[in-house]
């Protein structure tokens, strides 16, 4: 069993910075495929970025590309993202998830932390 544990968001004006955290237990976090997901209120959860386990492999969507980052540090057993420039449209429950099917095809991510919220305001 994986547990996930987000941290970071808040209230923050547009144009500004946050950093989200997502802490996972497991002692083969170096193995998990790590995505960040985000859901606004009365819309689907949609993918934002997606970072594989050896950190070579990294995906956005188009929506965040040039904004923001993610990292993972394997030692920590923590993801990251680092979000910059942030629009009002940004506003969302931010959510990691972890995938644990190896590092090839699509990724399935059955693992889900409870989320953080982000708001940003215009």
């Known amino acids: 069993q994986v547990q996930l544990v987000e941290s970071g968001g808040g209230l923050v004006q547009a144009g500004g910075s946050l950093r989200l955290s997502c802490a996972a237990s497991?002692?083969?976090?170096?193995?998990?495929?790590m995505g960040w997901f985000r859901q606004a209120p009365g819309k689907e959860r949609d993918f934002v970025a997606s970072i594989s386990s050896t950190g070579i492999n990294i995906y956005y969507a188009d929506s965040v590309k040039g904004r923001f980052t993610i990292s993972r540090d394997n030692a920590k057993n923590t993801v990251y993202l680092q979000m910059n420039s942030l629009k009002f449209e940004d506003t969302a429950v931010y959510y990691c998830?972890?995938?644990?099917?190896?590092?090839?095809?699509?990724?399935?991510?059955?693992?889900w932390g409870q989320g953080t919220q982000v708001n940003v305001s215009s």
């Open positions: 497991g002692r083969t976090f170096r193995t998990y495929r």
């Open positions: 998830a972890a995938d644990l099917t190896g590092p090839y095809g699509t990724p399935k991510y059955d693992y």
